[in-house]
């Protein structure tokens, strides 16, 4: 038979006529042992017709968060130790050419995750994944030239899911201060792509404007901005104790939006006092004069 011809109806039923049950049952066997796993999910599927809308079912469930965030958690710290760089026997010569597919794998989980009942923990493992791909910007942890546009990977579109469903399970309030400090941690000025030319980059949207579309009431607003200098101080701390991170310069840059989003909010009398405190701020004072 000609490679890539497949039998007609016809000659199939002609070539099987004279396979008595055995024959058939060996050759369906076969096809299910060293088949992919849609043709096995086939075939069972005929087998156990009851059971297919449980296994159906089971596919609709979001995947434990418990599992998603150990996956996740073990890819990242491979990812930092160079392992899908070089040569390491953690990682095969395979998996380290198809990081990318398995990124957006881990990625789909852990937002899909979002949806159960473990939202903490789904939580987590965005969070993971979300710092990973912003050092991806400075470091090299993969062989690409820009490791989000190769991995498809939308920090933005991910962190708007996480937040949305902060929102819904915890409640206004807890979802602002949790999602101010992570706009502090996360926020770049021009996103998350090392060239920002890409598909990926195309649909990047900046964290400052994707939490203002959350902030629908001014008290909201009010919260927001007082977390917000705490959470910069935080940033700054952490960078005068040594530990690695980006410089005020470029903190203030990467926050310009937010704060003017902040200004723009908080201009009633009633903020005056706020207003100075952000204004003070070293950090904040900077990303105004930048602006």
Same mark, same amino acid.
């Given at each position: 038979?000609?490679?890539?011809?497949?039998?007609?109806?016809?000659?199939?039923?002609?070539?099987?006529? #004279?396979?008595?049950?055995?024959?058939?049952?060996?050759?369906?066997?076969t096809? &299910?042992?060293?088949?992919?796993?849609?043709?096995?999910?086939?075939?069972?599927?005929?087998?156990?017709?009851?059971?297919?809308?449980?296994?159906?079912?089971?596919?609709?469930?979001?995947?434990?968060?418990?599992?998603?965030?150990?996956?996740?958690?073990?890819?990242a710290?491979?990812a930092?130790? !160079? $392992? &899908?760089l070089?040569?390491?026997?953690?990682?095969?010569?395979?998996?380290?050419?198809r990081?990318?597919?398995t990124?957006? $794998?881990?990625?789909?989980?852990?937002?899909?995750?979002?949806?159960?009942?473990?939202?903490?923990?789904? @939580? =987590?493992?965005?969070?993971? +994944?979300? /710092?990973?791909?912003?050092?991806?910007?400075?470091?090299? &942890?993969?062989?690409?030239?820009?490791?989000?546009?190769?991995? =498809?990977f %939308?920090?933005?579109? $991910?962190?708007? %899911?996480?937040?949305?469903? +902060?929102?819904?399970?915890?409640?206004? #309030?807890?979802?602002v201060?949790?999602a101010?400090? *992570?706009?502090?941690?996360?926020?770049?000025?021009?996103?998350?792509? =090392?060239?920002? /030319?890409?598909?990926?980059?195309?649909?990047?949207?900046?964290?400052?404007?994707? +939490?203002?579309?959350?902030?629908? @009431?001014? /008290?909201l607003?009010? +919260? $927001?901005?007082r977390?917000?200098?705490?959470?910069? *101080?935080?940033?700054? =701390?952490?960078?005068?104790?040594?530990?690695?991170g980006?410089?005020?310069t470029?903190?203030?840059?990467?926050?310009?939006?937010?704060?003017?989003?902040?200004?723009?909010?908080?201009?009633?009398?009633?903020?005056?006092?706020?207003? *100075?405190?952000?204004?003070?701020?070293?950090a904040l004072?900077?990303?105004v004069?930048? !602006?």
């Amino acid at each position: 038979m000609t490679p890539g011809r497949r039998f007609s109806r016809d000659e199939f039923h002609a070539k099987v006529a #004279g396979f008595d049950r055995a024959d058939l049952v060996k050759v369906l066997w076969t096809l &299910y042992w060293r088949g992919s796993a849609p043709v096995r999910e086939r075939i069972e599927d005929l087998l156990e017709p009851e059971a297919k809308k449980a296994r159906a079912s089971a596919h609709q469930q979001p995947p434990d968060a418990g599992q998603v965030l150990a996956r996740v958690t073990e890819f990242a710290a491979l990812a930092r130790s !160079g $392992a &899908y760089l070089a040569g390491d026997r953690r990682v095969s010569r395979q998996e380290r050419t198809r990081w990318r597919t398995t990124f957006r $794998a881990l990625a789909q989980d852990s937002i899909s995750a979002l949806s159960g009942d473990d939202v903490h923990t789904a @939580v =987590r493992a965005v969070r993971v +994944l979300v /710092d990973l791909a912003c050092e991806t910007k400075e470091y090299d &942890y993969f062989r690409s030239e820009d490791p989000m546009e190769a991995a =498809r990977f %939308v920090v933005s579109d $991910a962190v708007a %899911v996480m937040w949305a469903r +902060l929102r819904d399970t915890q409640g206004a #309030g807890p979802m602002v201060e949790q999602a101010v400090k *992570d706009l502090v941690r996360w926020e770049r000025r021009w996103g998350w792509t =090392r060239r920002g /030319d890409g598909r990926v980059s195309a649909q990047e949207v900046s964290l400052a404007s994707t +939490l203002a579309g959350l902030l629908v @009431v001014p /008290d909201l607003w009010t +919260l $927001a901005a007082r977390e917000h200098a705490d959470a910069v *101080d935080a940033v700054l =701390r952490r960078r005068a104790r040594g530990r690695q991170g980006r410089s005020r310069t470029e903190l203030a840059e990467d926050l310009s939006e937010w704060h003017s989003l902040l200004g723009t909010h908080l201009t009633v009398s009633q903020h005056d006092e706020l207003l *100075d405190r952000l204004s003070a701020h070293p950090a904040l004072a900077e990303a105004v004069r930048n !602006g």
